[in-house]
């Protein structure tokens, strides 16, 4: 699956984000068959205060969040495989600490967050109960696929 990637946080560079999104993509793909995620997803590897301004402008809430998730709009004109499926953003501050509470390591939590991310992508959510069990367990079952133990 092709990504973009931009690293401008620092604290992300020694944690091989590349490598993060390429092996959570591959779980994805293999635990869903999605075929949207041959599609391009943007990533973007950055701090508190980026994640905060971008939580502030597009949801009205003006803090750090660990992940954020805007699904594409269509562009017309071009066929369904190069659409866009959108873009992520996470929070190196904030996904640092949530890490160190958990006592895991950031890698397991960013791999966590990428999965979530991406299945907010492709249109799962977590809004009503029923959702949102069913969205933690295809998130348990993926991160299994990595060597990750449940997060919940």
């Known amino acids: 699956m092709p990504a973009e990637i931009i690293v401008n946080e620092p604290g992300w560079q020694t944690h091989d984000p590349a490598a993060l999104l390429a092996a959570s993509i591959d779980a994805v793909t293999a635990e869903t068959a999605d075929p949207g995620l041959a599609r ?4 973007l590897f ?4 980026a994640v905060r301004s971008l939580n502030a402008e597009w949801r009205e809430k003006d803090k750090p969040t660990n992940v954020l998730s805007f699904p594409a709009d269509p562009i ?8 866009p499926l959108g873009d992520l953003a996470f929070a190196y501050e904030t996904c640092a600490r949530e890490a160190e509470e958990k006592g895991i390591s950031l890698d397991h939590h960013a791999t ?3 999965v979530h991310g991406v299945l907010h992508l492709l249109g799962y959510d ?3 109960e029923d959702d949102a069990e069913a969205m933690e ?5 993926i991160l299994a696929r990595l060597g990750i133990a449940n997060p919940y």
């Not at 391009?40 to 990533?43: L, M």
């Not at 950055?46 to 205060?49: F, V």
């Open 112 to 114: 966590h967050l990428i």
């Open 76 to 83: 017309p004109g071009l066929p369904d495989e190069a659409q």
């Open 40 to 43: 391009i997803v943007s990533a």
């Open 137 to 141: 367990a295809l998130e348990i079952r």
């Open 126 to 128: 977590h809004v009503r």
């Open 46 to 49: 950055t701090s508190d205060a």
